[in-house]
């Protein structure tokens, strides 16, 4: 009989910190900025009977775009690098493939344009770029990063002139692209994103907002003190809190009955008196302003919904090239790559931020 072989697989990382939204040096704004593709926002509120208005609002209000079959070539355009890149930040990724089987495109509000491509369209493409990250032993993905705002980006540049090139005659690339779009002038619509692609006789309109709401009775809360973090001394620790959230999130029996078949679970910290505990998820493509929004109207509402805490968990896409900035982003196992805000009613936060296998931490 043979020997088991032990094969061990590259596995995720959580990150956990702890602050103050009033702490001068607090990084909330920037760590939201720098995640650039948002799938989903969730929202846990404890002791809340019904979902506050404002969060509907703010994300069924969302101004993102499907832009169909749009050639890669316009993404260089002139045009858009004026009107959109440079007046503001533009977000925009390929949608509907695979990071790890197909060709993927990201513009980010830095004005780079970032091509994850497969071995054979990197050598047809004729662009100079360097291996991806993932796979290590296997160099199957070759990323391409072009800087739209460099000043020598422009026609009749030689830089220019040869992406041109590559994108028109060698290979004519098309994507579905999602896309955001926030202006630097407040007094500027974001759909004019979607009003200067269907005057370029692109197929464009709003990506569509899904909701999913629920309310559960009697549930078991943990009791978290944000003040108390020496976990080595405690009952629980900062991953039990986040196993809860993810627990609760899909909707798991956490009521922790002996006699339940399916689940056994419990919190192993104090939990709060059984209360009402509401739930929603809003998915479909979501700017990090939205999210800074969301953030902090519920910090502003603490006290007057009576909450002891809330979560809100943002959700990237799995086949994103990109997590965080310009961080390279694979699959593997999975395409995680997340983060979770606990808020306080004395605006302190804890902050989990989930990587997944196939993820550039650093």
């Known amino acids: 009989?043979?020997?088991?072989?032990?094969k061990s697989l590259p596995i995720g990382k959580l990150v956990f910190e702890k602050s103050s939204f009033k702490n001068e040096k607090s990084k909330h704004e920037e760590f939201i900025e720098d995640h650039h593709f948002n799938y989903a926002i969730s929202c846990i509120l404890p002791n809340c009977k019904r979902?506050?208005?404002?969060?509907?609002?703010?994300?069924?209000?969302?101004?993102?775009f499907l832009?169909?079959?749009?050639?890669?070539?316009?993404?260089?355009?002139?045009?858009?690098?004026?009107?959109f890149i440079k007046r503001g930040k533009?977000?925009?990724?390929?949608?509907?493939?695979?990071?790890?089987?197909?060709?993927?495109?990201?513009?980010?509000?830095?004005?780079?344009?970032?091509?994850?491509?497969?071995?054979?369209?990197?050598?047809?493409?004729g662009l100079e770029g360097k291996p991806s990250q993932f796979p290590k032993r296997k160099k199957?993905?070759?990323?391409?990063?072009?800087?739209?705002?460099?000043?020598?980006?422009?026609p009749g540049k030689k830089g220019y002139n040869r992406v041109k090139w590559c994108f028109k005659d060698r290979l004519g690339l098309k994507f579905n692209f999602i896309a955001t779009w926030t202006p630097s002038d407040n007094e500027v619509c974001p759909s004019s994103l979607q009003k200067y692609f269907t005057m370029k006789g692109c197929k464009c309109k709003p990506v569509k907002i899904k909701?999913?709401?629920?309310?559960?009775?009697?549930?078991?809360?943990?009791?978290?003190?944000?003040?108390?973090?020496?976990?080595?001394?405690?009952?629980?620790s900062y991953p039990d809190v986040f196993e809860w959230l993810g627990g609760f999130s899909c909707g798991i029996d956490l009521s922790c009955n002996p006699d339940d078949y399916l689940s056994t679970y419990s919190f192993n910290g104090p939990t709060r008196p059984p209360a009402t505990c509401s739930y929603v998820q809003y998915s479909g493509y979501f700017s990090c302003q939205t999210v800074q929004s969301i953030i902090k109207s519920i910090r502003d509402s603490m006290e007057e919904w009576k909450l002891p805490w809330c979560s809100v968990t943002v959700q990237g896409f799995m086949d994103s090239p990109l997590s965080w900035k310009q961080r390279e982003h694979g699959y593997l196992n999975n395409g995680d790559n997340l983060y979770t805000f606990i808020i306080f009613p004395d605006d302190s936060y804890w902050l989990y931020s989930a990587y997944g296998s196939y993820d550039l931490v650093s």
């Open 67 to 83: 832009v169909q079959d749009l050639p890669l070539i316009e993404v260089i355009s002139l045009d858009l690098i004026e009107a």
């Open 90 to 125: 533009l977000r925009m990724l390929s949608h509907g493939g695979t990071i790890d089987g197909d060709d993927c495109v990201a513009v980010l509000p830095t004005g780079h344009l970032i091509l994850h491509l497969s071995k054979d369209t990197y050598q047809q493409l």
């Open 140 to 154: 199957s993905k070759y990323i391409v990063d072009i800087d739209l705002t460099s000043p020598s980006f422009k």
């Open 1 to 6: 009989m043979a020997a088991p072989i032990e």
């Open 211 to 236: 909701c999913n709401m629920k309310k559960y009775n009697d549930v078991l809360v943990p009791d978290i003190d944000p003040s108390q973090v020496d976990f080595d001394n405690m009952d629980y």
């Open 51 to 64: 979902i506050p208005d404002i969060l509907q609002s703010s994300c069924v209000g969302e101004k993102s």
